[in-house]
Protein backbone atom coordinates (compact mmCIF):
# COMPACT_ATOMS: atom_id res chain seq x y z
CA UNK A 1 0.00 0.00 0.00
CA UNK A 2 1.25 3.59 -0.81
CA UNK A 3 1.89 6.40 1.61
CA UNK A 4 -1.21 8.54 1.88
CA UNK A 5 -0.46 12.50 1.76
CA UNK A 6 -3.37 14.86 2.91
CA UNK A 7 -4.73 16.43 -0.10
CA UNK A 8 -8.07 17.19 -2.06
CA UNK A 9 -10.73 13.92 -1.71
CA UNK A 10 -8.82 12.86 1.43
CA UNK A 11 -10.54 12.20 4.88
CA UNK A 12 -7.73 13.01 7.19
CA UNK A 13 -7.79 12.25 11.07
CA UNK A 14 -5.49 13.97 13.64
CA UNK A 15 -5.16 14.80 17.26
CA UNK A 16 -4.31 18.11 18.66
CA UNK A 17 -3.40 20.52 21.33
CA UNK A 18 -4.34 24.60 21.52
CA UNK A 19 -1.53 26.50 23.51
CA UNK A 20 -1.54 30.48 24.69
CA UNK A 21 1.61 31.93 23.29
CA UNK A 22 3.42 31.65 26.27
CA UNK A 23 3.01 27.11 25.61
CA UNK A 24 0.10 27.06 28.79
CA UNK A 25 -2.52 24.30 27.38
CA UNK A 26 -5.62 25.49 26.60
CA UNK A 27 -7.70 22.56 24.82
CA UNK A 28 -6.40 18.94 23.99
CA UNK A 29 -7.78 16.37 21.87
CA UNK A 30 -6.04 12.94 22.18
CA UNK A 31 -9.24 11.21 20.14
CA UNK A 32 -8.69 11.30 16.64
CA UNK A 33 -10.70 13.98 14.80
CA UNK A 34 -12.09 13.83 11.16
CA UNK A 35 -12.50 16.00 8.49
CA UNK A 36 -12.90 15.72 4.48
CA UNK A 37 -9.85 18.14 3.29
CA UNK A 38 -10.97 21.04 0.70
CA UNK A 39 -14.86 20.10 2.04
CA UNK A 40 -17.14 21.34 4.16
CA UNK A 41 -16.27 21.96 8.09
CA UNK A 42 -14.97 24.72 10.36
CA UNK A 43 -11.31 24.19 10.68
CA UNK A 44 -10.02 27.41 9.98
CA UNK A 45 -7.67 28.31 6.68
CA UNK A 46 -4.38 28.27 7.82
CA UNK A 47 -4.64 25.07 9.65
CA UNK A 48 -6.32 23.17 6.39
CA UNK A 49 -3.40 25.28 4.78
CA UNK A 50 -0.83 23.63 6.89
CA UNK A 51 -1.83 19.95 6.54
CA UNK A 52 -1.39 20.02 2.92
CA UNK A 53 0.94 17.14 1.62
CA UNK A 54 1.42 15.75 5.13
CA UNK A 55 1.59 11.67 5.94
CA UNK A 56 0.35 9.87 9.23
CA UNK A 57 2.70 10.63 11.84
CA UNK A 58 3.10 14.15 10.68
CA UNK A 59 3.23 17.27 13.18
CA UNK A 60 2.74 21.09 12.40
CA UNK A 61 2.72 23.54 14.35
CA UNK A 62 0.44 26.70 13.66
CA UNK A 63 0.20 29.87 15.22
CA UNK A 64 -3.16 31.48 14.56
CA UNK A 65 -4.02 35.63 15.44
CA UNK A 66 -7.19 36.88 16.66
CA UNK A 67 -8.52 37.59 13.16
CA UNK A 68 -6.96 34.17 12.09
CA UNK A 69 -8.57 32.26 14.49
CA UNK A 70 -11.96 33.60 16.85
CA UNK A 71 -12.34 36.84 16.02
CA UNK A 72 -11.51 40.09 18.14
CA UNK A 73 -13.46 40.19 21.44
CA UNK A 74 -16.41 42.28 20.82
CA UNK A 75 -17.39 43.92 23.54
CA UNK A 76 -21.28 44.29 22.65
CA UNK A 77 -21.41 40.51 22.82
CA UNK A 78 -21.04 41.01 26.65
CA UNK A 79 -24.05 42.25 28.90
CA UNK A 80 -24.09 43.12 32.95
CA UNK A 81 -27.00 43.09 35.10
CA UNK A 82 -27.37 43.23 39.08
CA UNK A 83 -27.60 39.75 40.54
CA UNK A 84 -30.82 40.04 42.01
CA UNK A 85 -32.00 40.25 38.29
CA UNK A 86 -30.95 37.15 37.15
CA UNK A 87 -32.12 33.95 37.51
CA UNK A 88 -30.98 31.68 40.40
CA UNK A 89 -29.73 28.98 37.56
CA UNK A 90 -27.86 31.62 36.68
CA UNK A 91 -25.45 32.47 39.18
CA UNK A 92 -22.67 30.73 38.80
CA UNK A 93 -19.51 31.02 37.03
CA UNK A 94 -20.04 28.82 33.92
CA UNK A 95 -23.80 28.36 33.56
CA UNK A 96 -24.46 28.80 29.97
CA UNK A 97 -27.92 30.69 29.04
CA UNK A 98 -29.56 30.96 25.29
CA UNK A 99 -31.39 34.19 24.13
CA UNK A 100 -33.07 34.60 21.18
CA UNK A 101 -34.12 38.19 19.54
CA UNK A 102 -37.33 38.85 17.72
CA UNK A 103 -35.82 37.27 14.60
CA UNK A 104 -35.56 33.92 16.62
CA UNK A 105 -32.03 34.32 16.21
CA UNK A 106 -30.10 32.97 19.60
CA UNK A 107 -26.86 32.98 21.02
CA UNK A 108 -25.42 30.98 23.64
CA UNK A 109 -23.62 33.55 26.29
CA UNK A 110 -21.79 32.05 29.48
CA UNK A 111 -21.39 33.65 33.20
CA UNK A 112 -17.97 34.62 33.15
CA UNK A 113 -18.05 36.87 36.17
CA UNK A 114 -19.88 37.91 39.57
CA UNK A 115 -18.30 40.78 41.77
CA UNK A 116 -19.89 43.63 43.28
CA UNK A 117 -23.33 42.51 43.07
CA UNK A 118 -23.28 41.95 39.53
CA UNK A 119 -23.04 39.26 36.81
CA UNK A 120 -21.60 39.46 33.56
CA UNK A 121 -22.15 36.85 30.42
CA UNK A 122 -20.27 37.00 27.67
CA UNK A 123 -21.28 35.68 24.07
CA UNK A 124 -17.77 35.85 23.00
CA UNK A 125 -16.04 32.79 21.72
CA UNK A 126 -13.85 32.01 25.06
CA UNK A 127 -10.92 31.84 22.36
CA UNK A 128 -12.30 35.40 20.89
CA UNK A 129 -9.48 38.08 20.92
CA UNK A 130 -6.57 35.40 21.79
CA UNK A 131 -3.45 34.13 19.68
CA UNK A 132 -3.44 30.64 19.49
CA UNK A 133 -0.91 27.87 18.89
CA UNK A 134 -2.08 24.99 17.47
CA UNK A 135 -0.01 21.56 17.09
CA UNK A 136 -1.47 19.39 15.50
CA UNK A 137 -0.55 15.99 14.59
CA UNK A 138 -1.95 13.81 11.57
CA UNK A 139 -3.15 10.07 12.87
CA UNK A 140 -4.78 8.50 9.70
CA UNK A 141 -6.01 9.48 6.22
CA UNK A 142 -7.46 7.66 3.92
CA UNK A 143 -9.65 8.26 0.60
CA UNK A 144 -13.28 9.93 0.81
CA UNK A 145 -16.11 7.72 -0.54
CA UNK A 146 -18.13 9.89 -3.56
CA UNK A 147 -20.83 10.09 -1.01
CA UNK A 148 -18.77 11.55 1.77
CA UNK A 149 -16.89 13.70 -1.31
CA UNK A 150 -20.78 14.72 -2.13
CA UNK A 151 -21.76 16.28 1.15
CA UNK A 152 -18.34 17.20 1.70
CA UNK A 153 -17.35 15.36 5.12
CA UNK A 154 -16.90 11.88 6.72
CA UNK A 155 -19.48 9.53 7.01
CA UNK A 156 -18.66 9.49 11.12
CA UNK A 157 -19.23 13.46 11.36
CA UNK A 158 -16.09 15.87 12.76
CA UNK A 159 -15.89 17.58 16.09
CA UNK A 160 -13.60 20.64 15.12
CA UNK A 161 -11.35 22.89 17.73
CA UNK A 162 -13.40 24.60 20.16
Given at each position: ???????????????????????????????????????????????????????????????????????????????????????????????????????GETIAMVVTR?????????????????????????SDIREATESE??????????????
Open positions: MSKQYVGQRKVVYFTYEIRDPEGNILERSDLPIGYLHGGKHELFDKLEASLEGRAVGDTVEVTLTAEEGFGSHKPDLTYTDRIENVPSEFRRLGAEATFANDRIENGQVTLDGNHPFAGHTLVYRITVIQCGTPAEGTRILH
